[in-house]
């Protein structure tokens, strides 16, 4: 009996197999909250079904939306389609039941942005009180191309198909099936998709967050909906600053390089931003690489603190909260310590041509800050050009410094009025975009440390950053030339290989990358899946360890409770217990490095102040979510189903009433209540 | 990130009240629906000493007393109590010769039937407004709802 039914349990899985097939590499789209709105994608709680249809022509289009007998249809959508005027008629329409995005760079669009065309618009420095003629991009309009669709709200699933081999499992079931052969309707059965993104955060972040506390107080089984983005920043400095001592550090001049580590794209977790990000990301770390030695050895009078800022293309969430920290006398400096600030934006198109420093006009008219910005611009104006007084600084962190307190700054940039990143925090923003090209014929290993074009700018753009940041901090002139930024580091940072690489530095510190370096802001709940790409926070948290750090020879117990020994100050450093480089055999020796670099919490304010329709702070929130897949099938016509439905139906009845009939009737006397109460349970419980 | 708000004494008295006007609602469902089926097998067992219920064989006596029982008891927010004796002794009252009990029990029916129909029809229209207004209402309907959907408003 029992293997009977083991017998039959092994029939029953391979049955559905049978009938689906599984979709492995999925990438969905997900809701995402802020005070006010939710932008995003949702499907149903037990999916949403259509009938395959590939969207390659305009007649495809029609079809879908007006013409095909058999809606809802689930859209393979080209690459060329994948835009605003084609997604809004498939918002407004109802036969859509959903939208899977062919990603490949064949059909790609010149230029594709699904940012809105003013980032952050309403949590800058701009706003009624303050250059309210430059506020909402009166003055520039920074991304131009911006299509908006990453804030739009859909409700139906968006994925995209990123795998080619997946893709050909569809577009052959699509072709086996659903075409249509010379103009007439394909007959059923048909081959469908169903994909499964239900997300459970609805409406806005104030309505979510109230309804997660709700469920935590009063209810048996709490469910949490939703999450605050949260992260980390990375941060260090050529002087080591005291962590536990909080608030106005005595006698400290700081002079800020700041830069982002953030991207985000339509789709989740996929945000390559390689002209968006990595190019400021790299360039500061190729910064901090030439100008560390030069600062251990003729330290110049003012501290130089590097600042690498997450979440900041959801409203500033990095800067903003360390700013909140400063004014609250929750960090290691305040705002009274910040001399003055350099942020480098993006840097990677540069072609050789000059960067743009871009400053504040508003702030400038204040004679003080006005001299001191143009000495900023002097020490960078070697490479540079200055620009025009009314323009108005584009999207960065410097503008939530400036909120608080009117510091000079400058912002490094390689656009003047509008970004010449076509693909701004979008999918296609990746190493080719940044002109990453290799010759032909090298192998990965080749590859790695060989110089690209875009490592010799990006190494040039660090060099004159580094020189002039030490410059700003008041080092001497003599020293300049000792300051050069390696391009083979650059290289390796940008390398484009596929393959996990063990990269082997100078300072014989192994890492493994993982080097498509994917950026997105990571989140602290358990549940998600986790990336296969390292986040970025911990990837420059130990470059930085390996660049600005030095080797003791502490051990493994040694370096995780530092505090023990008298020569070692964890106040000042941290320590990590790191893996040594691959020797011959293979084998490693791990070895404990102390460096200044720190992670500081990047939350929004409004989480901590409990200020969930905040308008000054960030307030995105993403969703969770109990599953996202996806698989395709074979159906049936609807009037094969209800056929079935209804012949089961009565099936299922007759049998009942003949066992009624032959078997109760013998063994119970009729009473008339008896029946009544039979049939009234028995249909209860159907 | 889970944090119990620190909220005013006006504010949670309010959010109190809510709750409890909340938790009511579902105290009554699940009452109304429980007691009302527990009533059914109960009731025979007591009052008529067997497990099988057999109004033909009962004196009319306990008939009537067993509807007055029923009656009264529906006044605890229990309709299904009228519910029960508006089904068990309709032929009693109205298709029956007439007997010396049998004009109290009418009375008993019909009030049954009219109480009956005025809680179906409060908890029809109260569930309507709910189920249509709740995710309009906001804050207020999250702190009347037990369970709140997920993933819709």
Not at chain 1, 33 to 38: E, I, M, P, V
Not at chain 1, 55 to 71: A, F, Q, V, Y
Not at chain 1, 348 to 364: I, Q
Request: proline share 5%.
């Amino acid at each position: 009996m029992l293997k009977g039914l083991m017998f039959l349990c092994v029939l029953c899985s391979s049955v559905e197999q049978k009938i689906y097939v599984v979709l492995n590499e999925t990438v969905p789209c997900v809701r995402l909250l802020n005070a006010t709105h939710q932008i995003g994608c949702q499907s149903s709680i037990s999916g949403d079904t259509g009938v395959l249809h590939v969207l390659e022509t305009e007649s495809d289009l029609d079809w879908i939306l007006s013409s095909g007998p058999h809606p809802p249809y689930m859209v393979i959508m080209e690459t060329a389609f994948f835009n605003r005027s084609v997604m809004m008629r498939m918002k407004n329409s109802s036969r859509v039941a959903g939208v899977a995005v062919i990603i490949s760079k064949t059909g790609l669009a010149d230029n594709f942005s699904p940012h809105t065309t003013c980032p952050n618009q309403n949590t800058g420095v701009y706003s009624e009180s303050y250059g309210s003629d430059l506020a909402n991009c009166n003055g520039t309009v920074w991304n131009p191309l911006g299509n908006g669709l990453s804030y739009e709200d859909f409700s139906f699933p968006v994925f995209a198909l990123k795998d080619e081999n997946q893709t050909q499992v569809l577009r052959k079931c699509y072709e086996d099936h659903n075409q249509r052969v010379n103009g007439s309707a394909p007959q059923y059965p048909l081959c469908a998709m169903q994909l499964f993104s239900h997300m459970h955060a609805v409406t806005d972040t104030v309505t979510c967050m109230r309804r997660t506390d709700l469920q935590n107080r009063f209810s048996i089984n709490p469910e949490v909906l939703c999450d605050p983005l949260s992260d980390f920043n990375v941060w260090t400095s050529t002087r080591p600053l005291n962590n536990s001592a909080k608030g106005h550090a005595a006698d400290e001049s700081v002079v800020i390089a700041a830069t982002r580590l953030d991207g985000r794209s339509f789709f989740w977790e996929q945000a390559p931003a390689a002209e968006g990000t990595v190019s400021g990301i790299v360039t500061l770390l190729a910064t901090i690489q030439a100008l560390y030695p030069v600062t251990q050895e003729a330290p110049p009078p003012r501290n130089i603190f590097f600042s690498f800022f997450q979440g900041e293309a959801f409203d500033y969430i990095g800067s903003s909260k360390m700013v909140y920290d400063m004014e609250k006398n929750d960090f290691v400096i305040d705002m009274n310590n910040v001399h003055s600030m350099l942020e480098i934006g993006q840097v990677g198109l540069r072609s050789g041509r000059s960067l743009w420093m871009h400053s504040d006009p508003v702030s400038r008219q204040n004679k003080s800050v006005d001299t001191e910005v143009s000495e900023e611009e002097g020490k960078l104006s070697l490479f540079s050009h200055a620009l025009s007084r009314s323009q108005p600084l584009p999207p960065s962190s410097f503008q939530r410094f400036l909120r608080a307190r009117r510091i000079p700054g400058l912002v490094l940039a390689d656009h003047n009025t509008s970004f010449t990143n076509r693909y701004y925090e979008s999918m296609y923003d990746d190493a080719e975009n940044l002109n990453v090209t290799y010759p032909p014929g090298l192998t990965p290993d080749e590859q790695l440390v060989y110089e690209t074009d875009a490592a010799k700018s990006l190494a040039e753009v660090a060099t004159l950053v580094a020189r002039s940041l030490y410059l700003q901090a008041g080092g001497e002139e003599k020293n300049l030339n000792n300051i050069t930024a390696d391009p083979k580091i650059v290289s390796h940072m940008t390398s484009t290989n596929t393959h996990t690489h063990t990269l082997t530095l100078t300072l014989s510190l192994s890492l493994s990358l993982s080097p498509s370096l994917s950026l997105s802001l990571s989140h602290t709940h358990r549940h998600m899946t986790s990336s296969h790409t390292p986040p970025v926070t911990r990837f420059v948290q130990y470059i930085l360890a390996n660049l600005t750090g030095t080797v003791t020879n502490l051990t493994e117990s040694q370096c995780q409770n530092p505090s023990e020994l008298s020569t070692e100050n964890k106040d000042l450093f941290s320590y990590f217990w790191v893996s040594g480089p691959a020797s011959v055999n293979g084998t490693r020796e791990p070895f404990c490095v102390r460096a200044s670099v720190r992670l500081s919490k990047a939350v929004s304010p409004a989480f901590e102040l409990l200020e969930y329709g905040s308008r000054n702070y960030s307030t995105w929130t993403e969703s969770r979510w109990k599953s996202i897949r996806a698989r395709i099938f074979l159906v049936a016509s609807r009037e094969l189903e209800v056929m079935h439905i209804l012949i089961k139906n009565l099936i299922v009845s007759m049998i009942f009433i003949l066992i009624y009939n032959n078997a109760c009737l013998s063994y119970f006397t009729p009473k008339r209540q008896n029946k009544l109460y039979t049939a009234f349970f028995f249909f209860l419980h159907i | 990130m889970i944090t119990i708000i620190p909220i005013s004494l006006q504010q949670s008295c309010r959010v109190a009240v809510l709750f409890c006007l909340g938790r009511w609602q579902q105290c009554c469902s699940i009452l109304i629906s429980s007691v009302g089926y527990l009533c059914m097998d109960l009731s025979r067992v007591f009052f008529t000493g067997n497990s099988t219920m057999n109004l033909e064989r009962m004196p009319n006596e306990e008939k009537l007393s067993l509807c007055r029982r029923y009656y009264l008891g529906g006044f605890a927010f229990l309709p299904f109590l009228w519910l029960v004796n508006v089904l068990w002794f309709f032929k009693e009252a109205f298709l029956k010769p007439a007997y010396t009990e049998q004009p109290q029990i009418k009375s008993y029916i019909k009030k049954s039937a009219l109480g009956l129909i005025l809680w179906v029809a409060v908890l029809t229209t109260w569930i309507t407004i709910f189920q249509h207004f709740r995710a309009r209402w906001g804050e207020v309907g999250d702190y009347l709802s037990f369970t709140i959907p997920l993933g819709t408003a």
